[in-house]
């Protein structure tokens, strides 16, 4: 045991190792690192049905030296377009929230609950809203990309040596396929957003002519001293002009997913 790491959090991350190893979890596989117990990697396998099967999905767990009584941070390194790559998640089960961890929780619980928000869309620090066939796209590519980690081939040797007997069969026309989509998703995400600026500029355009109208209507009735009077009709008139409620009506507002980057 290393002298720098408590013999609580030693025992119980060693326990929970041991029974990964007896009780093994579908669809997932951890491990410490050799050199510091209290840095895991993990790796969660694409699940049949879902927009991640298929892939291999790297990650690590980083145990404070107080575990079991903290929880661990949680990151996920290969890109999912579910979370963001390499960044501490905000989770139930993570380092953001200590109030709701519960010390009997273990390697396999934590891994387990971040494959079922995996599973879901429900937004939290760290994680993307990316369109599903993006996750699709991005579960082909998990392999390759984590075969050039070299921590990844030296924790999971099996997993690597499959990655690369699948590479070597993956023919010319598969490749292809998997550059087509990647062009695809390019495109839709430049369609979205050269469509969301002209719609704003036509709202924009809009709605300063009728602010327009508005000032000129307001001078004229100051001028005939009935400003007072008419000030309901004057702001019901500019809000009900016909021009303005088509504006809002055919307005739609589009984020260009392109600000969401994949690394």
Request: glycine content about 4%; aromatic content about 10%.
């Amino acid at each position: 045991m290393p002298s720098e790491v408590p013999t609580v959090a030693f025992q119980r991350l060693k326990k929970d190792y041991q029974r990964l190893l007896k009780e093994p979890v579908p669809y997932m596989k951890a491990a410490p690192l050799e050199s510091n117990i209290l840095e895991w990697r993990y790796i969660i396998i694409g699940a049949p049905k879902t927009p991640y099967e298929g892939g291999i999905y790297h990650g690590k767990l980083l145990f404070p030296k107080d575990f079991p009584f903290k929880p661990p941070a949680i990151l996920m390194l290969t890109p999912s377009g579910r979370f963001q790559v390499n960044t501490r998640l905000c989770l139930s089960i993570s380092d953001y929230h200590p109030d709701t961890w519960n010390p009997a929780w273990t390697v396999s619980t934590i891994i387990t609950g971040l494959m079922s928000f995996m599973n879901d869309n429900q937004p939290t620090l760290g994680s993307l809203n990316s369109s599903e066939s993006e996750r699709r796209l991005l579960a082909k590519k998990s392999k390759a990309f984590n075969i050039k980690d070299k921590v990844f081939c030296t924790m999971f040797p099996e997993e690597a040596q499959e990655i690369r007997d699948d590479i070597q069969k993956m023919n010319q026309e598969e490749l292809d396929s998997i550059k087509d989509e990647e062009t695809a998703i390019r495109n839709r995400r430049r369609g979205d957003a050269s469509r969301g600026v002209p719609r704003l500029s036509a709202l924009l355009s809009n709605m300063m002519m009728i602010a327009g109208v508005a000032v000129l209507a307001f001078a004229l009735l100051a001028n005939q001293q009935v400003f007072t009077d008419n000030i309901p009709h004057l702001l019901l008139f500019s809000c009900h002009h016909p021009l303005f409620l088509k504006s809002l009506c055919d307005f739609q507002f589009h984020v260009p997913e392109s600000i969401i980057s994949f690394h």
